[in-house]
Antibody, heavy 120, light 110 residues
Framework: EVQLVESGGNLVQPGGSLRLSCAASGFTFSNFWMSWVRQAPGKGLEWVANIKQDGSEKYYVDSVKGRFTISRDNAKNSLYLQMNSLRAEDTAVYYC???????????????WGQGTLVTV | QSVLTQPPSASGTPGQRVTISCSGSSSNIGSNTLNWYQQLPGTAPKLLMYSHNQRPSGVPDRFSGSKSGTSASLAISGLQSEDEADYYCAAWDASLNAVVFGGGTKVTVL
């Protein structure tokens, strides 16, 4: 069974830092792109970042570029999001998601964690 | 302002057909596959439809998707009370090098 469990969410002051983790199990972690998606209270979904299987490619939404860093440790089946210079508008539930891709049908997030709350 | 445009709400009575639109551009829906996610109240999002019209295992065939040009739509036939949720469309945007989501559509079963 595929499981994604986020942790690390907390209350932090503006300008502060936080590191989110996502523990993956039930699949071969190193075979998949991974993603962070966030949802501010009462708002819609916002994609934050993607990382390739080997970490060689990373993509970010403009609003977090230069402040957030996505990374992964395939040996530990873990995904991370280092968040620096946090702002009030970063307050959200952060979801970790597995990204399934194929050349014929594109990419999609097929499994999601339950999320972890970050309050700035 | 979301890159993909969805109506904020839709509603219907049990058994009715409800359709949700998602409008984009040539850099996202026009050139990449479109996915739909369902978020039940208080829960994490769940993949509902991928590559415009493909249902993951376990998704009822009451849900169907289509795409035409730079727009897509999700249809729910035979609406049921458990379909009351927020629905989001999403696609890769080749100009932004980013995943873009629609603002979400809240479906209410009257």
């Amino acid at each position: 069974e595929v499981q994604l469990v986020e942790s690390g969410g907390n209350l932090v002051q503006p300008g502060g830092s936080l590191r989110l983790s996502c523990a993956a199990s039930g699949f071969t972690f190193s075979n998949f792109w991974m993603s962070w998606v966030r949802q501010a209270p009462g708002k819609g979904l916002e994609w934050v970042a993607n990382i390739k299987q080997d970490g060689s490619e990373k993509y970010y939404v403009d609003s977090v570029k230069g402040r957030f860093t996505i990374s992964r440790d395939n040996a530990k089946n873990s995904l991370y999001l280092q968040m620096n210079s946090l702002r009030a508008e970063d307050t959200a539930v952060y979801y970790c998601a597995r990204v399934a891709c194929s050349s014929s049908i594109g990419c999609y997030s097929d499994y999601w964690g339950q999320g972890t709350l970050v309050t700035v | 302002q979301s890159v993909l445009t969805q109506p904020p709400s839709a509603s219907g009575t049990p058994g009715q057909r409800v359709t949700i639109s998602c409008s984009g551009s040539s850099s996202n829906i026009g050139s990449n596959t479109l996915n739909w996610y369902q978020q039940l109240p208080g829960t994490a999002p769940k993949l509902l439809m991928y590559s415009h019209n493909q249902r993951p295992s376990g998704v009822p065939d009451r849900f169907s998707g289509s795409k035409s040009g730079t727009s897509a739509s999700l249809a729910i036939s035979g609406l049921q009370s458990e379909d009351e949720a927020d629905y989001y469309c999403a696609a890769w945007d080749a100009s932004l090098n980013a995943v873009v989501f629609g603002g979400g559509t809240k479906v209410t079963v009257l």
